[in-house]
């Protein structure tokens, strides 16, 4: 509420929240396959993560191009923490939700679109390519 009284008065203000899911380093990869196990145990933040380093990322994206007013930015990975396919973690999880549209097999659940659009964001890390 603040950020947006702020450039309410100051319109040429820029004031970007980024909303950071689950921060992990590549050290932290080795516990992913774990979490197939059980898919209750990381649905708080449907199964999301951000490599550190691409958290730097949008941090650099939003000070270069963050238009002025107020946004906010979802900033997470473009995969999930999980081996297992989107489909079958949402109908075991989320029994009885409609789903619409393709879920992709492993794509994030969070929408990262904003981030990309505007602020140029792309994660480039995946614990995929770590393991």
Same mark, same amino acid.
């Given at each position: 509420?603040?950020a947006?009284?702020?450039v309410?008065?100051?319109?040429?203000?820029?004031?970007?929240?980024?909303?950071?899911?689950?921060?992990? /380093?590549?050290?932290? #990869?080795?516990?992913?396959?774990? #979490?197939d196990?059980?898919?209750?145990?990381?649905? /708080?933040?449907?199964?999301? #993560?951000?490599?550190?380093?691409?958290?730097?990322?949008?941090?650099?994206?939003?000070?270069?191009v963050?238009?002025?007013?107020?946004?906010? #930015?979802?900033?997470?990975?473009?995969?999930?923490?999980?081996?297992?396919?989107?489909?079958?973690?949402?109908?075991?999880?989320?029994?009885?939700?409609?789903?619409?549209?393709?879920?992709?097999?492993?794509?994030?659940?969070?929408?990262?679109?904003?981030?990309?659009?505007?602020?140029?964001?792309?994660?480039?890390?995946?614990?995929?390519?770590?393991?």
């Amino acid at each position: 509420t603040m950020a947006v009284e702020l450039v309410r008065w100051h319109p040429d203000l820029s004031m970007t929240a980024l909303r950071f899911s689950n921060v992990m /380093w590549p050290e932290d #990869y080795a516990a992913f396959p774990s #979490y197939d196990a059980d898919a209750l145990q990381r649905k /708080w933040n449907l199964w999301g #993560y951000i490599d550190a380093r691409d958290g730097a990322q949008a941090v650099e994206r939003a000070l270069e191009v963050a238009p002025p007013g107020f946004e906010t #930015y979802i900033i997470a990975a473009a995969d999930t923490v999980m081996s297992r396919p989107n489909a079958g973690l949402v109908a075991e999880v989320f029994p009885g939700v409609e789903v619409r549209g393709d879920l992709g097999e492993h794509d994030t659940m969070l929408s990262i679109d904003k981030a990309r659009r505007i602020l140029g964001f792309d994660p480039q890390h995946s614990w995929r390519d770590e393991l």
